[in-house]
T-cell receptor
Framework: DTAVSQTPKYLVTQMGNDKSIKCEQN?????MYWYKQDSKKFLKIMFS???????INETVPNRFSPKSPDKAHLNLHINSLELGDSAVYFC?????????????FGDGTRLSIL | TQLLEQSPQFLSIQEGENLTVYCNSS?????LQWYRQEPGEGPVLLVT?????EVKKLKRLTFQFGDARKDSSLHITAAQPGDTGLYLC???????????FGKGTSLLVTP
């Protein structure tokens, strides 16, 4: 069974549209994350949730709205998509937010804006 | 602000060669993690180093944490094509709630 699963794997859409990416983890972890990886492979934190509560929002435009209905799910909704939103978005989870906890990543969602 | 600097950015070597990847920062980290990412997949944790001066080995991979906990290195002995991938170092930021990643070292090992 996949530990952290994201859907869809590929998302191609036009500028101005609204889209959502779903993430689920079956590891029983308390903390979940969204990262953005740009075309140069730089991986940057966007959001972090601990027990369904937002604990990190790293200067992400408010067009991006994460939602955590329960500890196992962290979805990402993006309004009014822009060309610069094209990237690979990774969901991850960890047992808790501790320094030594490994983060488990999904396989990413490649978002392409036309 | 980029807290973690990795070098080299790209590395192309032949099977059997040795290599070292560096991860440097002006900040002190309570721990550093190393991940490997293969095309089309998410990063996978290789190791976490915690104590200054610590050395950890994972088969042909040797990880070292600097004495001052500001830098780390990854040494691969007798590289194999299966080692090809993007190697990322990461440390915690914001009171320990999220990882700050370096920009990665893209390694290509050819037979």
């Amino acid at each position: 069974d996949t530990a952290v699963s994201q859907t869809p794997k590929y998302l191609v859409t036009q500028m101005g549209n609204d889209k959502s990416i779903k993430c689920e983890q079956n590891l029983g972890h308390d903390t979940m994350y969204w990262y953005k990886q740009d075309s140069k492979k730089f991986l940057k934190i966007m959001f972090s949730y601990n027990n369904k509560e937002l604990i990190i929002n790293e200067t992400v435009p408010n067009r991006f709205s994460p939602k955590s209905p329960d500890k196992a799910h962290l979805n990402l909704h993006i309004n009014s998509l822009e060309l610069g939103d094209s990237a690979v978005y990774f969901c991850a989870s960890s047992q808790d937010a501790g320094a030594r906890q490994p983060q488990h990543f999904g396989d990413g969602t490649r978002l392409s804006i036309l | 602000t980029q807290l973690l600097e990795q070098s080299p950015q790209f590395l192309s070597i032949q099977e059997g060669e040795n290599l070292t990847v560096y991860c440097n920062s002006s900040s002190v980290f309570s721990s550093l993690q190393w991940y490997r990412q293969e095309p089309g997949e998410g990063p996978v944790l290789l190791v976490t180093v915690v104590t200054g001066g610590e050395v950890k080995k994972l088969k042909r991979l040797t990880f070292q944490f600097g004495d001052a906990r500001k830098d780390s290195s990854l040494h691969i002995t007798a590289a194999q094509p299966g080692d090809t991938g993007l190697y990322l170092c990461a440390g915690l930021i914001n009171s320990g709630y999220a990882l700050n990643f370096g920009k990665g070292t893209s390694l290509l090992v050819t037979p």
